[in-house]
T-cell receptor
Framework: DTGVSQDPRHKITKRGQNVTFRCDPI?????LYWYRQTLGQGPEFLTY????????KSRLLSDRFSAERPKGSFSTLEIQRTEQGDSAMYLC??????????FGPGTRLTVL | AQTVTQSQPEMSVQEAETVTLSCTYD???????LFWYKQPPSRQMILVIR??????QNATENRFSVNFQKAAKSFSLKISDSQLGDTAMYFC???????????FGKGTLLTVNP
């Protein structure tokens, strides 16, 4: 296992379409986080899973966003009815309890 | 609400010299960590150094060290013997609460010149 992986790395979509991103954490990491990073900003927290339970969601996560982590392994982040303001880098990170968070390479979303 | 402020949007340093990046934070958590991550161009975030807030001794990792001033809520990063590979965006932040989510500053773009 070489680290956190994310798929796809790039996604271009038209406004109004639905998109889904996948994150595969480091195996045995029980904590998984999603962040969003826009140009010139630091990453902002979106949501957090401990095992399969989604324990916290940011107010940034509107009702068009949904995240899952079935069986406490990989996670998906879906955005419905995408808007141009959703264009950003979506980062996934995993950790073991409160230790260092390891980040994936991110999925860059462009909404036209 | 947790806030992290990095007052230097960009900095540059000559190779082999020392540079210090500034960071202040404001958290209501009693147990928290402070950290610096680097994000090289088109590459993923990597942890540079982490400090537990309850520890008074400043953390060091090879050429990287921090100056943690808890009362002033200041957490600066010193990079000694700067190398070209240190060129990156550096993010300061804190982590606390039951979920240990990370709160980042806006970053400082560091360029190391040959």
């Amino acid at each position: 296992d070489t680290g956190v992986s994310q798929d796809p790395r790039h996604k271009i979509t038209k406004r109004g379409q639905n998109v889904t991103f996948r994150c595969d954490p480091i195996s045995e990491h029980n904590r998984l986080y999603w962040y969003r990073q826009t140009l010139g900003q630091g990453p902002e927290f979106l949501t957090y899973f401990q095992n399969e339970a989604q324990l916290e969601k940011s107010r940034l996560l509107s009702d068009r966003f949904s995240a899952e982590r079935p069986k406490g392994s990989f996670s998906t982040l879906e955005i419905q009815r995408t808007e141009q303001g959703d264009s950003a880098m979506y980062l996934c990170a995993s950790s073991q309890t409160n230790n260092e968070q390891f980040f994936g390479p991110g999925t860059r979303l462009t909404v036209l | 609400a947790q806030t992290v402020t990095q007052s230097q949007p960009e900095m540059s340093v000559q190779e082999a010299e020392t540079v210090t990046l500034s960071c202040t934070y404001d958290t209501s958590e009693s147990n928290y960590y402070l950290f610096w991550y680097k994000q090289p161009p088109s590459r993923q975030m990597i942890l540079v150094i982490r400090q537990e807030a309850y520890k008074q001794q400043n953390a060091t990792e090879n050429r990287f060290s921090v100056n943690f001033q808890k009362a002033a809520k200041s957490f600066s990063l010193k990079i000694s013997d700067s190398q070209l590979g240190d060129t990156a965006m550096y993010f300061c932040g804190d982590s606390g609460g039951s979920n240990y989510k990370l709160t980042f500053g806006k970053g400082t773009l560091l360029t190391v010149n040959p």
